[in-house]
């Protein structure tokens, strides 16, 4: 398998141990994945095969969501858990609307930092950190970012991998407490849902990953937005934040199986 090492592949990642990140990137249909990648995703779709349209309305709630910041006055965007770049990338949007837009990058996985350094090395106004969200410290004081101006910050798709032993309720209370007023916590998170087909085939095929996620009530996803203010219309299905046509929705918004909401800092 080592064998098989491409240059862009960190030496510090066990490529025999399918990663999220690159299990997300192959879903949506991106080459920066191994075979261990692949064969997780196709057992994936095997028992759930809504994994890969969920991971599309997710990925496209994250524009929607961007260019709304955008059009509020945001300026500058924190992505935490941004995996590998792919189709519009925050700082796509943002810096299509304003050039001047920073955006700071974060993820704990080498292959998405190695990817998104080579796409960001001639954008000054953009860089990733290899980092872990439930450790805001290096974050909060990067140099990119001016914590006295309103910032948004992303955790979209990434807080379901992080288990309550590691506190993350803690670590993006720390994140909205330095957020200046009129920023926004932008949040996606799959839900819990005990009647889901392929649920348990589902947790078990991740309890073999690097990555075992963990699924919260819409409860516990309200409470990462404490101290803050949700725009319309509020903790929704991804499809149903803001859509862009009624077709965007379709009669199932349920099946994106993924929560998301837009909070702001009065
Ligand atoms: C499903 S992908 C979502 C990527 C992107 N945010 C999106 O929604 O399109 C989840 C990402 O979170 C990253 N991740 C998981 N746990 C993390 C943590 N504790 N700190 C930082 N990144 C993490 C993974 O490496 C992966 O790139």
Not at 117 to 124: C, F, G, K
């Amino acid at each position: 398998m080592t064998g098989d090492r491409p240059s862009w592949a960190p030496e510090s990642i066990d490529l025999d141990r399918p990663n999220a990140a690159r299990i997300y990137d192959y879903l949506l249909g991106g080459a920066a994945n191994f075979e261990q990648d692949r064969v997780f995703a196709e057992k994936l779709l095997e028992v759930m095969p809504l994994a890969r349209p969920a991971a599309r309305l997710n990925r496209a709630f994250l524009r929607r969501a961007v260019r709304f910041c955008t059009q509020s006055g945001i300026k500058q965007f924190i992505d935490v858990g941004s995996g590998i770049p792919t189709a519009g990338n925050v700082h796509e949007i943002a810096q299509a609307v304003d050039p001047d837009a920073r955006v700071l990058y974060v993820d704990n996985e080498p292959v998405a930092v190695t990817h998104s350094e080579l796409l960001l090395r001639d954008n000054p106004n953009a860089m990733v950190m290899h980092g872990d969200l439930t450790d805001p410290g290096p974050v909060l004081t990067s140099p990119l970012i001016d914590y006295s101006q309103p910032v948004a910050v992303l955790m979209v798709a990434v807080l379901h991998f992080i288990p309550d032993s590691s506190t993350p309720h803690d670590a993006v209370a720390q994140y909205v407490s330095a957020m200046a007023p009129g920023s926004f916590l932008v949040l996606s998170h799959g839900v819990e849902n005990p009647s889901l087909e392929g649920r348990d085939e589902v947790d078990r095929l991740y309890q073999e990953s690097s990555s075992p996620g963990v699924r919260r009530t819409p409860e516990d996803i309200t409470r990462f937005f404490e101290g803050l203010e949700f725009v319309e219309p509020g903790l929704v299905w991804t499809p149903e934040w803001r859509p862009e046509s009624p077709e965007d929705v379709g009669e199932h918004p349920e099946a994106s199986l993924v929560f998301a909401g837009v909070a702001r800092k009065a």
